[in-house]
């Protein structure tokens, strides 16, 4: 995994949401960053949860991302990158 450091050197746009969001500010979120890499809005989850991951750093924090997300920004992701629309997957 590569290290960026722990500053707050680096900005930070819109990617995509949770396409259920009914584009509230409270949901789920992809930002791309200046420096080739990703920040996502999460939903918190607590220490039971945390106490399941494998090697957490105690700089490093965790939340849960829906289904809906994850396959908004892989369609959007493989779209610009790839230019291929991918099906609707059957769920």
């Known amino acids: 995994m590569q290290s960026y450091g722990g500053g707050d050197d680096l900005s930070v746009s819109f990617y995509c949401k949770d396409p259920d969001s009914n584009q509230d500010n409270e949901c789920e979120t992809f930002y791309r960053t200046d420096r080739d890499s990703w920040v996502v809005q999460v939903k918190k989850r607590g220490p039971q949860v945390g106490a399941q991951l494998v090697g957490l750093g105690e700089d490093e924090t965790f939340g849960e991302l829906s289904e809906r997300t994850m396959d908004a920004f892989v369609r959007k ?8 629309d991918l099906p609707q997957g059957t769920g």
């Open 77 to 84: 992701y493989v779209r610009e990158h790839y230019g291929v």
